[in-house]
């Protein structure tokens, strides 16, 4: 099992910066890939970025050139830097694990509002 924490969601107003954490219970050097999500009030979840277990990451075009995901295995630990926030990035923002095909796990989520 695989609890999963988010942080760092908050308000800022659009141009702003944020920076999301995802705290993991364990190592999470072994996990196939760790992500980041976002939704929206009645819109679908939204991947919008993905590292590997190997490093390979890719991007949503939605935030590609403004988000950055890293992971730190010594902390137990996967980032998300929000740069150049705008009103429309505004969600509930998830992490997920997936340790191996078609297992996932998600944390509860964290609030960020971008204002006008």
């Known amino acids: 099992q695989v609890q999963l924490v988010e942080s760092g969601g908050g308000l800022v107003q659009a141009g702003g910066s944020l920076r999301l954490s995802c705290a993991a219970s364990g190592s999470i050097v072994n996990i196939n890939t760790m992500a980041w999500y976002r939704q929206a009030p009645g819109k679908q979840r939204e991947l919008l970025a993905v590292?590997?277990?190997?490093?390979?990451?890719n991007y949503a075009n939605s935030v590609k050139g403004r988000f950055t995901i890293s992971r730190d295995n010594a902390k137990n630990t996967v980032y998300l830097q929000m740069n150049s926030l705008k009103p429309e990035d505004t969600a509930v923002y998830y992490c997920?694990?997936?340790?191996?095909?078609?297992?996932?796990?998600w944390g509860q989520g964290t609030q960020v509002t971008v204002s006008s």
């Open positions: 590292i590997s277990r190997s490093g390979t990451i």
């Open positions: 997920n694990a997936s340790p191996y095909y078609h297992a996932d796990y």
